[in-house]
């Protein structure tokens, strides 16, 4: 657990996902230990997503404490590959308070980590921050190329338009981690980029909202084409 998982839970959050949806799909991700947890602390919801697993559909003609459309919502969750710990931390930011202490008690951690979060303005330690720019210093970004963030291929671009690195990531989320914009993480990107900007570098995380209009990302993706237009000329 960590900060891309809260991101990703807040913004499943805000964009109306209910407490059920993610109990629902964390149930359908968890490994044997954690559903036993989530079937001691949510007996009644795991009875009945066994019969809507079982029924066609998921539609098992009843009054219960799901709907169709929250089991529906957290199949496709699950078809987005979201982890585990996101799902649980999604949980807890929606739930009602009177079911609160039911998570907490299963997942003391992650509550200790989520209500510590959702204290702080955007939900970021001190220690997660990328540091602030050093004037005159190059920059390497590091962006999704899936329009929105999601499952796909994140890249680290120099300024010059040089690609540096890339990892596929199941969510933007985790791309800071993964190409080294965080600070003290990944400390082999870090010997690539020292070698292209041997006196210094500052990395910065471009959003997936914010790729098409970012001058700077703008101007690399530029450089970048005539890199591979000269490369082409020269090989042609």
Known sequence: MGLPEYQIAAELVD???VATTFLIAAMRRADSRNLILLRMAFPRLAEELQL????PGGDINAAHHSTLQQYRDAEELVARDIAFSSLVM????ATDPNEL?????????????????RKLPDGIFDH?????????????YVFSNEVGGGDGICYAMAED????GSHWCS???FASGDLGVTPDTRSDRHET????????YDMEFVPAAQVKDHPGLSEAFRLNQEQAAAVKAETS
């Open 15 to 17: 964009d109306g996902r």
């Open 52 to 55: 809507r697993y079982d029924a």
């Open 90 to 93: 999604g949980a807890m930011l």
């Open 101 to 117: 202490p039911d998570l907490e008690t299963a997942f003391p951690m992650t509550a200790l980590d989520v209500d510590a979060r």
């Open 128 to 140: 997660e921050r990328a540091p602030e720019p050093t004037p005159g210093m190059p920059k390497i």
């Open 161 to 164: 338009g040089t690609v540096l």
């Open 171 to 173: 969510h933007e989320g």
């Open 193 to 200: 980029y020292a070698k292209h900007y041997s006196d210094g």
